[in-house]
C-alpha cells in the first residue's frame, strides 16, 4: 500500500506563494511519476504540474508555465509544488498522485492519491 500524505495549503492574496509537499511512504519510488492536480468545483480534474522520478523530466498546464515549479527529493520521497504569482483562478483542492512509469496527463492513469490540500487566492 501507497500513502501519500500533502502539506502546505492556506489562503494567500493574490501575487502571493505557497510551496506544497507531498510525502510518499510504504514503496519505493524510484519507478514512480508523481503529478500534483487541481480540482475546483464544478470543474474537472487537471493536472497541474508532473515530474519523474528518474531523470527529473518535468511537464506543467500551460497556465501556471512560469509560476509553478515542480521538484523533487528522492532521499527524502517528497515531491514539492512551489507556486509563485498566485492567481484567484488557482483556487482549489491539490492533490498528489502517483503513477508507475512516466508522467502522465490523465487523472484515471495514477494509481496513489492524497487526500487534497486546499488553495485559495483572494483578490
Known amino acids: 500500500q501507497v500513502q501519500l500524505v500533502e502539506s502546505g495549503g492556506g489562503l494567500v492574496q493574490a501575487g502571493g506563494s505557497l510551496r506544497l509537499s507531498c510525502v510518499a511512504s510504504?514503496?519505493?519510488?524510484?519507478?514512480?511519476?508523481m503529478g500534483w492536480f487541481r480540482q475546483a468545483p464544478g470543474k474537472e480534474r487537471e493536472i497541474v504540474a508532473g515530474?519523474?522520478?528518474?531523470?527529473?523530466?518535468?511537464l506543467y498546464l500551460d497556465s501556471v508555465k512560469g509560476r509553478f515549479t515542480i521538484s523533487r527529493d528522492n532521499a527524502k520521497n517528497t515531491v514539492y509544488l512551489q507556486m509563485n504569482s498566485l492567481k484567484p483562478e488557482d483556487t482549489a483542492v491539490y492533490y498528489c498522485?502517483?503513477?508507475?512509469?512516466?508522467?502522465?496527463?490523465?487523472?484515471?492513469?495514477?494509481?496513489?492519491w492524497g487526500q487534497g490540500t486546499q488553495v485559495t487566492v483572494s483578490t
Open positions: 498522485a502517483a503513477t508507475s512509469g512516466i508522467i502522465k496527463r490523465t487523472p484515471t492513469a495514477y494509481d496513489y
Open positions: 510504504g514503496r519505493t519510488f524510484s519507478t514512480y511519476a
Open positions: 515530474i519523474n522520478w528518474i531523470g527529473g523530466s518535468t
